[in-house]
């Protein structure tokens, strides 16, 4: 890490309505760009991820198409054959987390139609998009962020977010690992009673139990690739993916 660059897949996910600030982009296919590292697990996918005091932007990309990303992550992409002009990432809307907290989204493969933004406050703002697509069944931060939001309704009031924006959403059985079973990010958080997502050392350890048991000895149960192992099923979720422009590669 930090010495090769790192290769990710961008999962396009529409804007379905484009309310208040937004609505200066009507007319455009506008899409929320989440940075990630599992593209096999995009089936599961419940919500997505924003800081809400974090800076983003939508941004002209080729093809007439809008992306909503981090400035950081929009000049990236200019480098790597995304905009009109080499190195130029035009700014059409300046934005925050919290304009996004709410926004309905079709994200690719995903089993719900629907999902919704919602504020995640251990989101990094130089990594990424500074979106994060959210997998609660396979990833610790998710499946803990997801927790906190629906035991405490406090932090729902604070940031606004309505229960039908996540009481309907619970973590899909997407992959198995044999030690784990189906929900493997759940396991872990309980046997490792991790109490919320700032809970940053228990978690780092969750994640390493489970990122390289995943890839090595998980099986994907639901999907197009149902039976097959996820070290065969990843590559080519993500090609195909890519292929439907559902996804783009992005590296930094
Ligand atoms: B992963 P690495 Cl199912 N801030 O995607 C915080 N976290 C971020 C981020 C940001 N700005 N940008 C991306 N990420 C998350 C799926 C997933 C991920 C699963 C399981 C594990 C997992 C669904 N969320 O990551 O620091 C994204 O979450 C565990 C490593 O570059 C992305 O992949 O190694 C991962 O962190 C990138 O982490």
Redesign the pocket.
């Known amino acids: 890490e930090g010495v090769l660059p790192?290769d990710y897949t961008l999962i396009k996910m529409e804007a379905l309505e484009l309310p208040g600030k937004l609505a200066a982009l009507e007319g455009k296919k506008v899409y929320l760009c989440a940075?990630?590292?599992?593209p096999e697990?995009m089936i599961g996918q419940t919500n997505y991820w924003i800081l809400p005091d974090g800076d983003y932007g939508a941004y002209q990309m080729i093809d007439d198409e809008v992306f909503i990303v981090a400035a950081r992550a929009a000049r990236n992409l200019s480098f790597q054959d995304k905009t009109e002009v080499f190195g130029e990432a035009v700014c059409l809307l300046e934005l925050k987390g919290s304009d996004m907290i709410g926004l309905p989204v079709k994200s690719p493969t995903a089993i719900y139609e629907r999902i919704y933004g919602l504020p995640m406050l251990?989101?990094?703002?130089n990594?990424?998009t500074?979106i994060?697509?959210?997998?609660p069944s396979?990833?610790p931060?998710?499946y803990m962020a997801m927790q906190d939001l629906k035991n405490k309704e406090p932090m729902r009031k604070k940031f606004g977010v309505e229960d039908s924006w996540i009481m309907p959403f619970v973590p899909q059985e997407i992959i198995n690992i044999p030690e784990f079973g189906n929900i493997c990010a759940e396991k872990v958080c309980v046997d490792l009673k991790i109490q919320s997502q700032n809970d940053r050392a228990k978690l780092d350890e969750a994640?390493h139990r489970t990122?390289l048991k995943g890839f090595t000895e998980g099986v994907m149960i639901a999907g197009p690739y149902k039976g097959l192992p996820v070290k065969e099923a990843k590559p080519k979720l993500r090609e195909e993916m890519v292929a439907a422009k559902q996804a783009v590669i992005y590296s930094e």
């Open positions: 790192q940075a990630t590292l599992r697990t251990t989101i990094l703002m990594k990424g500074g994060v697509t959210s997998v396979d990833a931060d998710d994640k990122y």
